[in-house]
């Protein structure tokens, strides 16, 4: 008996309430708690030994994430919405939530009992109702309620309101009869916000997945094999079982108290002792057990046999050794450029040397641009889409032919992107209405195209709710707008001759040739 640790016995104080059904029926019965987890004490509650007589209270503070560690006097909770923090003080949630008028237990409808899943069990614990003491005709009431559901194989759904101002709850009362006594069990239901719906993919279609005659025998050998029913009744004839929940005590708890009891008696001793055998019992299956399915577990393992998978060598050839030398750098050496990653913005050695990044620049402009939307201290979205837009535009049109497109494409996409998460997306659809008119009458068409490959559109009314573009407004968009400007006259084939003759090999002194898309067709550059 010393070796087992309980808690002490408390003598549980009823939940009255009256179970109304319908208008006219009402019910007074009294709920117990029936089932209910059992968790460990709190050890957050102690007393020093110097102040028997006073409490250790435990407080909390506040303090800003800077150099002198300001304490803070008062915090209000903040929600996110959109690029906006919204303040939400403890009065605006006392106002907000639903408030009752008082407890209630009312029916609000049936359904049959295998219409409630077992997956739909919700709370920690089990009620049990039965009638109001020394009420007999409540008595018999209920004992009429009880046996008409268990007649009619019927569940009652109830709403569950404990006491004012607590929130509502629904739940299933269950018939629960014995011989010497019948009952209600009341169990918690789910809202339909508690629902998670996994869709898995199914085996059929597969058939090389799907499991024979034979292995589903083994299988079900086994379960049959290692019941915790015992064959054989005991005097008074009723089935024995192993780990009896009332005799099977939880060994999480049982340890722990063992180890509270042994530091106690002996508090100079730096070893725990090991664990009880009676603990370790409930850890490890029965010896008849595992001895009689011995050989079912010989069964399943010739039933789905395993095999050790080996990798497949690659030969040894100078290409697999080296590589291709024109092969583009490995994945798992690429520098990370998310947000997650932190850029030269992060706690990276580059990123403390350079310091917090303050403006999109021209030669790093992405990295640059998720640096300063990442920064926690400041919002500085506005101020970066701005900035990045403006180099876009300089990358698109400074380029020679294509050079720069793939670039200026990855920080278009990434803006995009991060203007649809941080809900804003009108000020870059007004960006890029502008951007395709600019392309169109600077000459830059072939970047348009590349926009209508790469889908890169207005952020419709489905990608981002703070805007007013539908769908089909982005997709009109991809259309190709007219040409505003008149292109000038095609130069004579002589003339241009002339001026490659006059610019010669070196392409770095004529930069006014970028800037006359006329000679493109005429001027080639090597590298």
């Not at 918690?188 to 085996?203: A, G, N, Q, V």
């Not at 701005?386 to 050079?403: N, P, T």
Request: aromatic residues 8%; charged residues 30%.
């Amino acid at each position: 008996m010393l070796s087992f640790f309980q808690k002490r016995n408390v003598r549980a104080a009823p939940w009255k309430v009256m179970l109304e059904v319908g208008t006219n029926l009402k019910i007074p019965v009294r709920g117990f708690i029936r089932v209910k987890e059992c968790k460990p004490n709190s050890f957050k509650k102690v007393h020093a030994r110097t102040l028997s007589k006073e409490d250790i209270h435990t407080t909390h503070e506040h303090r800003l994430n800077d150099d002198e560690e300001t304490p803070v006097e008062s915090t209000i909770d903040g929600y996110r919405y959109g690029n906006t923090i919204v303040p939400f003080s403890t009065d605006d949630e006392n106002q907000m939530k639903f408030k009752t008028d008082a407890k209630c237990f009312d029916v609000l409808g049936f359904t049959r009992a295998d219409n409630v899943k077992r997956q739909y069990y919700m709370g920690d614990s089990v009620r049990c109702f039965v009638a109001e003491e020394g009420d007999e005709p409540a008595a018999v009431a209920l004992s009429a309620f009880i046996h008409a559901l268990y007649e009619t194989n019927m569940v009652a759904i109830v709403r569950y309101v404990y006491n004012k101002n607590s929130a509502p709850k629904v739940a299933f009362l269950s018939p629960h009869i014995k011989p010497n006594y019948e009952c209600l069990l009341c169990i918690l239901l789910p809202f339909m916000e508690d629902m998670r719906k996994y869709t898995f993919s199914s085996l059929h279609p597969n058939n090389k997945n799907l499991p024979s005659d034979d292995q589903l025998s083994a299988v079900d050998n086994l379960i049959d094999n290692m019941n915790l029913v015992m064959p054989e009744k005991d005097e008074d004839g009723k089935q024995q079982q192993y780990l009896k929940p009332k005799l099977t005590f939880n060994p999480h708890l049982q340890r722990l108290y063992q180890c509270l009891s042994a530091r106690a008696l002996n508090p100079d001793d730096p070893q725990l002792p090991p664990p009880n055998q009676t603990i370790l019992n409930y850890l490890h299956p029965q010896q008849d057990l595992l001895a009689q399915s011995a050989p079912c577990v010989d069964r399943l393992r010739a039933a789905f046999p395993l095999e050790v998978v080996t990798k497949k060598k690659e030969e040894t050839t100078a290409q697999n050794i080296f590589g291709a030398g024109d092969e583009a750098e490995p994945a798992a050496k690429k520098p990370r450029l998310d947000a997650d990653a932190g850029g030269d913005g992060g706690l990276t050695m580059a990123g403390l040397a350079r310091g917090p990044v303050t403006e999109v620049g021209s030669v790093r402009p992405l990295e640059d641009f998720r640096a300063m939307v990442s920064r926690k201290d400041d919002d500085k979205f506005m101020e970066a889409a701005a900035q990045l837009q403006k180099r876009i535009e300089e990358i698109v049109m400074e380029s020679f032919g294509d050079q720069f497109y793939s670039k200026a494409m990855e920080c278009l996409q990434a803006l995009r992107k991060e203007s649809a998460k941080l809900g804003e997306p009108d000020q870059f659809n007004t960006f890029l209405r502008g951007f395709k008119e600019m392309l169109f009458n600077k000459g830059r068409k072939d970047f348009w195209d590349s926009m209508v490959r790469e889908r890169v559109t207005l952020i419709s009314s489905e990608e981002s709710p703070e805007t007013s573009a539908s769908k089909e407004e982005a997709e009109k968009f991809l259309e190709a707008a007219k040409q505003t400007t008149e292109e000038p006259e095609e130069m004579e084939e002589a003339e241009a001759e002339d001026l490659v003759r006059l610019v010669g090999d070196d392409v770095r002194s004529c930069q006014f040739v970028r800037q006359t898309p006329q000679l493109n067709k005429h001027l080639s550059c090597s590298s």
